[in-house]
């Protein structure tokens, strides 16, 4: 069974602000001390990033729930609780990354250097030496940390290759790549030998190198998963030039050229793009005198097509150079191998898409029972102590401020009526919510 995994799915929460502190100073010698409750610590962040020795994403299939550090309450003193410690998750290169609830794509993990805050510590909440004024000079209560963001991500791994080599199981991919670089994929003579795709590094010379990878084996129907399907047409999107490995010998039974339209409508209904790159057919198995006597023939109706090829043995390394020097050109007609990397110390952060602002919503649900909704309302309502009296009366002026008491009062609320903001319940007093 392969161990390359290129999918994922993964649960992320970022660590809790720390509470802000209730405290009043005790020194001997300082009379009216006042208060000196320390604010709390901000929560650890998560942060997925790229690392090189990473190749698939099977440490996920073992570990799939992130949580970072808790920041610390605030103390005494006026002293801030620690911040909690961010959480580094690792992923391979070319990670791209999706929330799993909207399917919208977040980020792409291209290479080294390339990371994402997928989840933001909470912010710590103010201690009660914030809130002295002149006409509130102890303030009993704190503000709560903020609370932490929990995201699920899907995670998808798709190769960086510059060539692309693509065909139907048997027809000489594996070898192909084993001859022309230092992969070493397993090759047999039986179909869907390659579960997995391999990389392969090749050097025409000091300053000419490009990465080709040896794709799975595809069948028709795979744009809708059928055979390798997705596996194998996900890896071919990061791909710039393809080639498409044909059996001149079609030893198996198969029309090549029926292989190439195959291949060609497959990509096309799977995406678009992928159909209108540059593409080079390699006729192989020219070693076998079926193929050396067949493959003119198959060449002549791919050039009325308007296609470059070239015959092939993967076996023997006959025109494999001269299939390699094509790849090239048409790379460097692509525009060149692309170079992901950054400078050392230099990095790219990428950040969850904010979440939409809602607006504040006063809505009457039956009589007597009434709901708050709105972003900046909720906010106040996680942090509010509500534990005490001096916190109840805090938390009633901002809502005061920003016009909830107003529309419920429009709406005709009355003293006892139930009030829900966000999942907390709260009695409505015209004094104080």
């Given at each position: 069974?392969?161990?390359?995994?290129?999918?994922?799915?993964?649960?992320?929460?970022?660590?809790?602000?720390g509470?802000?502190?209730?405290?009043?100073?005790?020194?001997k010698?300082?009379?009216?001390?006042?208060?000196?409750?320390?604010?709390?610590g901000?929560?650890?962040?998560?942060?997925?990033?790229?690392?090189?020795?990473?190749?698939?994403?099977?440490?996920f299939?073992?570990?799939?729930?992130?949580?970072?550090?808790?920041g610390?309450p605030g103390?005494?003193?006026?002293?801030?609780?620690?911040?909690?410690?961010?959480?580094?998750?690792?992923?391979?290169?070319?990670?791209?990354?999706y929330?799993?609830?909207?399917?919208?794509?977040?980020?792409?993990?291209?290479?080294?250097?390339?990371?994402?805050?997928?989840?933001?510590?909470?912010?710590?909440?103010?201690g009660n030496?914030?809130?002295?004024?002149?006409?509130?000079?102890?303030?009993?209560?704190?503000?709560?940390?903020?609370?932490?963001?929990?995201?699920?991500?899907?995670?998808?791994?798709k190769?960086?290759?510059?060539?692309?080599?693509?065909?139907?199981p048997?027809?000489?991919?594996?070898?192909?790549?084993?001859?022309?670089?230092a992969?070493?994929?397993?090759?047999?003579a039986?179909h869907?030998?390659?579960l997995?795709?391999?990389?392969?590094?090749?050097?025409?010379?000091?300053?000419?190198?490009?990465?080709?990878?040896?794709?799975?084996g595809?069948?028709?129907?795979?744009?809708?998963?059928?055979g390798?399907?997705?596996?194998?047409?996900r890896h071919?999107?990061?791909?710039?030039?393809?080639?498409?490995?044909?059996?001149?010998?079609?030893?198996?039974?198969r029309?090549?050229?029926?292989?190439?339209?195959?291949?060609?409508?497959?990509?096309?209904?799977?995406?678009?793009?992928?159909a209108s790159?540059?593409?080079?057919?390699?006729l192989n198995?020219?070693?076998?005198?079926?193929?050396?006597?067949?493959?003119p023939?198959?060449?002549?109706?791919?050039?009325?097509?308007?296609?470059q090829?070239?015959?092939?043995?993967?076996?023997?390394?006959?025109?494999v150079?001269?299939?390699?020097?094509?790849?090239?050109?048409?790379?460097?007609e692509?525009?060149g191998?692309?170079?992901?990397?950054?400078?050392?110390?230099?990095?790219?952060?990428?950040?969850?898409?904010p979440?939409?602002?809602?607006?504040l919503?006063?809505t009457?649900?039956?009589?007597?029972?009434?709901?708050?909704?709105?972003?900046?309302?909720?906010?106040?309502?996680?942090?509010?102590?509500?534990?005490?009296?001096?916190?109840?009366?805090?938390?009633?002026?901002?809502?005061?401020?920003?016009?909830?008491?107003?529309?419920l009062?429009?709406?005709g609320?009355?003293?006892?009526?139930?009030?829900?903001?966000?999942?907390?319940?709260?009695?409505?007093?015209?004094?104080?919510?």
């Amino acid at each position: 069974m392969s161990d390359f995994v290129d999918v994922a799915t993964i649960k992320v929460r970022s660590g809790k602000g720390g509470d802000g502190m209730v405290s009043f100073r005790r020194e001997k010698f300082v009379p009216r001390g006042g208060p000196s409750g320390g604010d709390g610590g901000k929560g650890g962040d998560v942060i997925l990033r790229v690392d090189r020795q990473m190749r698939t994403l099977l440490d996920f299939t073992y570990r799939s729930h992130f949580e970072a550090q808790a920041g610390a309450p605030g103390g005494s003193a006026n002293k801030t609780g620690a911040c909690g410690q961010d959480l580094i998750i690792r992923v391979p290169p070319g990670t791209v990354v999706y929330d799993a609830a909207t399917g919208e794509q977040v980020a792409d993990l291209i290479a080294p250097g390339y990371e994402l805050l997928a989840a933001r510590g909470g912010r710590g909440g103010r201690g009660n030496a914030r809130f002295a004024t002149p006409s509130r000079q102890t303030p009993r209560f704190a503000e709560r940390g903020e609370p932490p963001q929990e995201y699920t991500l899907r995670l998808e791994m798709k190769l960086l290759a510059d060539v692309g080599l693509l065909g139907f199981p048997s027809v000489g991919k594996s070898t192909l790549i084993a001859r022309i670089s230092a992969a070493r994929p397993k090759i047999a003579a039986y179909h869907f030998t390659t579960l997995a795709p391999n990389l392969g590094v090749v050097v025409l010379s000091e300053d000419r190198q490009m990465v080709v990878a040896d794709l799975p084996g595809i069948i028709e129907g795979a744009h809708r998963g059928a055979g390798l399907g997705h596996q194998f047409l996900r890896h071919a999107e990061r791909s710039r030039v393809l080639v498409h490995i044909l059996d001149a010998a079609a030893t198996e039974g198969r029309d090549p050229l029926d292989d190439f339209r195959v291949l060609n409508t497959e990509l096309k209904q799977y995406n678009e793009r992928l159909a209108s790159l540059p593409q080079i057919v390699a006729l192989n198995k020219v070693d076998l005198s079926e193929g050396r006597e067949y493959a003119p023939l198959y060449g002549e109706q791919l050039s009325r097509q308007g296609y470059q090829w070239v015959a092939i043995s993967a076996v023997s390394g006959e025109g494999v150079p001269e299939l390699v020097e094509l790849m090239w050109s048409a790379l460097q007609e692509a525009g060149g191998p692309v170079t992901y990397e950054r400078e050392a110390g230099e990095t790219v952060r990428l950040e969850m898409p904010p979440e939409p602002h809602r607006d504040l919503r006063v809505t009457q649900l039956e009589p007597g029972v009434y709901a708050v909704s709105g972003t900046e309302v909720e906010r106040v309502l996680e942090r509010a102590d509500i534990k005490h009296d001096e916190g109840i009366r805090e938390t009633h002026l901002r809502l005061e401020r920003m016009g909830v008491i107003a529309r419920l009062e429009d709406l005709g609320a009355q003293a006892g009526d139930t009030v829900f903001i966000g999942d907390l319940e709260l009695e409505y007093r015209p004094d104080r919510v």
